[in-house]
Antibody, heavy 119, light 110 residues
Framework: QLQLQESGPGLVKPSETLSLTCSVS??????????WGWIRQPPGKGLEWIGS???????HYSPSLKSRVNISVDTSQSQFSLRLSSVSAADTAVYYC???????????WGRGTLVTVSS | QSALTQPASVSGSPGQSITISCTGT?????????VSWYQHYPGKGPKLVIY???KRPSGISNRFSGSKSDNTASLTISGLQAEDEANYYC??????????FGGGTKLTVL
Protein backbone atom coordinates (compact mmCIF):
# COMPACT_ATOMS: atom_id res chain seq x y z
CA GLN A 1 0.00 0.00 0.00
CA LEU A 2 1.34 3.40 -1.00
CA GLN A 3 2.51 5.58 1.85
CA LEU A 4 4.05 9.03 1.74
CA GLN A 5 5.67 10.43 4.86
CA GLU A 6 7.01 13.97 5.20
CA SER A 7 9.89 14.63 7.56
CA GLY A 8 12.07 17.57 8.51
CA PRO A 9 12.46 20.41 11.00
CA GLY A 10 9.27 21.97 12.26
CA LEU A 11 10.96 25.30 12.96
CA VAL A 12 13.16 27.29 10.59
CA LYS A 13 14.69 30.71 11.16
CA PRO A 14 14.00 33.59 8.77
CA SER A 15 16.44 33.83 5.85
CA GLU A 16 17.49 30.21 6.27
CA THR A 17 16.65 27.22 4.07
CA LEU A 18 13.67 24.96 4.67
CA SER A 19 14.43 21.31 3.93
CA LEU A 20 11.89 18.49 3.86
CA THR A 21 12.01 14.90 2.71
CA CYS A 22 9.19 12.66 1.56
CA SER A 23 9.72 8.93 2.01
CA VAL A 24 7.80 6.76 -0.42
CA SER A 25 6.84 3.18 0.36
CA UNK A 26 4.63 0.67 -1.38
CA UNK A 27 5.49 1.79 -4.90
CA UNK A 28 8.58 2.62 -6.89
CA UNK A 29 9.40 6.27 -7.48
CA UNK A 30 10.61 5.17 -10.91
CA UNK A 31 7.10 4.81 -12.33
CA UNK A 32 6.82 6.30 -15.81
CA UNK A 33 3.40 7.76 -15.18
CA UNK A 34 4.17 9.52 -11.92
CA UNK A 35 5.54 12.83 -10.83
CA TRP A 36 6.33 13.50 -7.18
CA GLY A 37 5.55 16.91 -5.79
CA TRP A 38 5.06 19.34 -2.96
CA ILE A 39 2.05 21.46 -2.02
CA ARG A 40 1.67 23.78 0.95
CA GLN A 41 -1.14 25.37 2.92
CA PRO A 42 -0.46 28.49 4.99
CA PRO A 43 -2.59 28.80 8.14
CA GLY A 44 -6.14 29.74 7.25
CA LYS A 45 -5.42 29.79 3.53
CA GLY A 46 -5.78 27.55 0.51
CA LEU A 47 -3.46 25.07 -1.13
CA GLU A 48 -0.49 26.22 -3.19
CA TRP A 49 1.37 24.00 -5.65
CA ILE A 50 5.13 24.31 -5.15
CA GLY A 51 6.55 22.00 -7.78
CA SER A 52 7.24 18.44 -8.86
CA UNK A 53 10.00 16.09 -9.96
CA UNK A 54 10.14 13.08 -12.29
CA UNK A 55 12.30 10.11 -11.37
CA UNK A 56 14.82 11.21 -14.01
CA UNK A 57 15.35 14.40 -12.04
CA UNK A 58 13.36 16.62 -14.38
CA UNK A 59 11.63 19.34 -12.37
CA HIS A 60 8.81 21.85 -12.69
CA TYR A 61 8.27 24.76 -10.30
CA SER A 62 5.65 27.34 -9.44
CA PRO A 63 6.61 30.61 -11.16
CA SER A 64 6.17 32.51 -7.90
CA LEU A 65 8.61 30.26 -6.01
CA LYS A 66 10.94 29.21 -8.78
CA SER A 67 13.85 31.40 -7.70
CA ARG A 68 13.93 29.84 -4.21
CA VAL A 69 12.88 26.23 -4.76
CA ASN A 70 14.77 23.05 -5.47
CA ILE A 71 13.12 19.62 -5.63
CA SER A 72 15.21 16.51 -6.05
CA VAL A 73 14.67 12.77 -6.09
CA ASP A 74 16.77 9.92 -4.72
CA THR A 75 15.57 6.72 -6.35
CA SER A 76 17.97 4.57 -4.33
CA GLN A 77 16.40 5.79 -1.09
CA SER A 78 12.88 5.96 -2.55
CA GLN A 79 12.46 9.55 -1.46
CA PHE A 80 12.27 13.05 -2.81
CA SER A 81 13.12 16.34 -1.18
CA LEU A 82 12.19 20.01 -1.05
CA ARG A 83 14.53 22.89 -0.36
CA LEU A 84 13.15 26.42 -0.07
CA SER A 85 15.72 29.13 0.49
CA SER A 86 15.54 32.57 2.08
CA VAL A 87 12.37 31.77 3.99
CA SER A 88 10.19 34.32 5.75
CA ALA A 89 7.10 34.16 7.94
CA ALA A 90 5.04 33.94 4.74
CA ASP A 91 6.47 30.47 4.18
CA THR A 92 4.92 29.15 7.40
CA ALA A 93 2.59 26.39 6.26
CA VAL A 94 1.65 22.75 6.35
CA TYR A 95 3.74 21.12 3.63
CA TYR A 96 2.35 18.07 1.83
CA CYS A 97 4.13 15.68 -0.45
CA UNK A 98 2.06 13.94 -3.09
CA UNK A 99 2.12 11.67 -6.11
CA UNK A 100 0.95 13.19 -9.37
CA UNK A 101 -0.46 11.23 -12.30
CA UNK A 102 0.50 12.60 -15.69
CA UNK A 103 1.56 15.75 -13.89
CA UNK A 104 -1.97 17.12 -13.73
CA UNK A 105 -3.62 15.64 -10.66
CA UNK A 106 -2.55 14.06 -7.42
CA UNK A 107 -3.98 10.69 -6.52
CA UNK A 108 -2.21 10.30 -3.17
CA TRP A 109 -1.03 12.73 -0.51
CA GLY A 110 0.95 12.51 2.67
CA ARG A 111 -0.55 13.72 5.93
CA GLY A 112 1.47 16.92 5.86
CA THR A 113 3.96 18.51 8.22
CA LEU A 114 3.79 21.97 9.77
CA VAL A 115 6.81 24.18 9.24
CA THR A 116 6.97 27.43 11.16
CA VAL A 117 9.36 30.20 10.19
CA SER A 118 10.29 32.16 13.27
CA SER A 119 13.36 33.38 15.08
CA GLN B 1 -0.68 32.76 -12.36
CA SER B 2 -3.49 33.61 -9.91
CA ALA B 3 -5.37 31.21 -7.67
CA LEU B 4 -8.65 29.88 -9.01
CA THR B 5 -11.76 31.46 -7.47
CA GLN B 6 -14.05 29.36 -5.29
CA PRO B 7 -16.85 30.43 -2.94
CA ALA B 8 -15.60 30.52 0.64
CA SER B 9 -18.47 28.41 1.87
CA VAL B 10 -21.53 26.46 0.78
CA SER B 11 -24.07 24.56 2.80
CA GLY B 12 -26.87 22.08 2.34
CA SER B 13 -29.11 19.72 4.24
CA PRO B 14 -28.72 15.95 4.21
CA GLY B 15 -30.09 14.49 1.01
CA GLN B 16 -29.84 17.73 -0.94
CA SER B 17 -27.40 18.55 -3.74
CA ILE B 18 -24.83 21.31 -3.73
CA THR B 19 -22.52 22.68 -6.39
CA ILE B 20 -19.15 24.31 -5.85
CA SER B 21 -17.81 26.52 -8.61
CA CYS B 22 -14.21 27.06 -9.59
CA THR B 23 -13.48 29.99 -11.87
CA GLY B 24 -10.23 30.42 -13.70
CA THR B 25 -9.18 31.97 -16.97
CA UNK B 26 -8.72 31.08 -20.61
CA UNK B 27 -5.13 30.05 -19.82
CA UNK B 28 -6.00 27.39 -17.25
CA UNK B 29 -9.54 26.08 -16.63
CA UNK B 30 -10.80 27.30 -19.98
CA UNK B 31 -7.90 25.92 -21.98
CA UNK B 32 -7.40 22.45 -20.56
CA UNK B 33 -9.71 19.62 -19.53
CA UNK B 34 -7.42 18.98 -16.61
CA VAL B 35 -9.36 20.14 -13.56
CA SER B 36 -9.30 18.03 -10.42
CA TRP B 37 -11.12 18.28 -7.11
CA TYR B 38 -9.95 17.33 -3.63
CA GLN B 39 -11.77 16.69 -0.37
CA HIS B 40 -9.81 17.80 2.68
CA TYR B 41 -10.47 17.05 6.29
CA PRO B 42 -8.39 19.05 8.82
CA GLY B 43 -5.29 17.19 9.93
CA LYS B 44 -5.34 14.77 7.00
CA GLY B 45 -3.97 14.75 3.50
CA PRO B 46 -6.41 15.86 0.77
CA LYS B 47 -8.23 13.13 -1.15
CA LEU B 48 -8.86 13.14 -4.89
CA VAL B 49 -12.57 12.95 -5.72
CA ILE B 50 -12.65 14.10 -9.38
CA TYR B 51 -9.97 14.33 -12.05
CA UNK B 52 -9.91 15.47 -15.67
CA UNK B 53 -13.14 17.44 -15.20
CA UNK B 54 -15.52 14.58 -14.54
CA LYS B 55 -13.72 11.29 -13.91
CA ARG B 56 -14.06 9.57 -10.55
CA PRO B 57 -11.22 7.60 -9.01
CA SER B 58 -11.93 4.08 -7.91
CA GLY B 59 -13.77 4.04 -4.61
CA ILE B 60 -15.31 7.50 -4.92
CA SER B 61 -19.07 7.60 -4.64
CA ASN B 62 -21.07 8.40 -7.77
CA ARG B 63 -22.67 11.16 -5.68
CA PHE B 64 -19.65 13.21 -6.71
CA SER B 65 -19.67 14.60 -10.24
CA GLY B 66 -17.80 17.28 -12.14
CA SER B 67 -18.34 19.48 -15.15
CA LYS B 68 -16.92 22.49 -16.94
CA SER B 69 -18.27 25.40 -18.94
CA ASP B 70 -15.88 27.93 -20.42
CA ASN B 71 -13.61 29.15 -17.64
CA THR B 72 -15.61 27.65 -14.78
CA ALA B 73 -15.49 24.12 -13.45
CA SER B 74 -18.01 22.75 -11.01
CA LEU B 75 -18.21 19.98 -8.44
CA THR B 76 -21.66 18.66 -7.57
CA ILE B 77 -22.34 16.48 -4.56
CA SER B 78 -25.77 14.88 -4.57
CA GLY B 79 -27.54 13.17 -1.70
CA LEU B 80 -25.51 15.11 0.85
CA GLN B 81 -24.30 13.15 3.84
CA ALA B 82 -22.81 14.33 7.12
CA GLU B 83 -19.47 12.80 6.15
CA ASP B 84 -19.26 15.14 3.14
CA GLU B 85 -18.63 18.09 5.46
CA ALA B 86 -15.08 19.10 4.60
CA ASN B 87 -13.07 21.61 2.64
CA TYR B 88 -12.99 21.19 -1.13
CA TYR B 89 -10.29 22.46 -3.47
CA CYS B 90 -10.16 22.62 -7.24
CA UNK B 91 -6.95 22.47 -9.20
CA UNK B 92 -6.20 23.12 -12.85
CA UNK B 93 -3.29 22.53 -15.18
CA UNK B 94 -2.05 25.97 -16.18
CA UNK B 95 0.38 25.17 -18.97
CA UNK B 96 4.17 24.86 -18.93
CA UNK B 97 3.91 21.95 -16.52
CA UNK B 98 2.43 24.07 -13.74
CA UNK B 99 -0.67 23.68 -11.59
CA UNK B 100 -2.87 26.21 -9.83
CA PHE B 101 -5.26 25.57 -6.94
CA GLY B 102 -8.42 27.31 -5.86
CA GLY B 103 -8.77 29.04 -2.52
CA GLY B 104 -10.98 26.30 -1.13
CA THR B 105 -14.64 25.99 -0.17
CA LYS B 106 -15.90 24.90 3.23
CA LEU B 107 -18.93 22.64 2.87
CA THR B 108 -21.28 22.56 5.84
CA VAL B 109 -23.95 19.90 6.08
CA LEU B 110 -26.75 21.44 8.10
Amino acid sequence: QLQLQESGPGLVKPSETLSLTCSVSGVSVRGNNYYWGWIRQPPGKGLEWIGSVFYTGSTHYSPSLKSRVNISVDTSQSQFSLRLSSVSAADTAVYYCARFRTGSYSDFWGRGTLVTVSS
Amino acid sequence: QSALTQPASVSGSPGQSITISCTGTSTDVGKYNLVSWYQHYPGKGPKLVIYEISKRPSGISNRFSGSKSDNTASLTISGLQAEDEANYYCCSYAGSNTLVFGGGTKLTVL
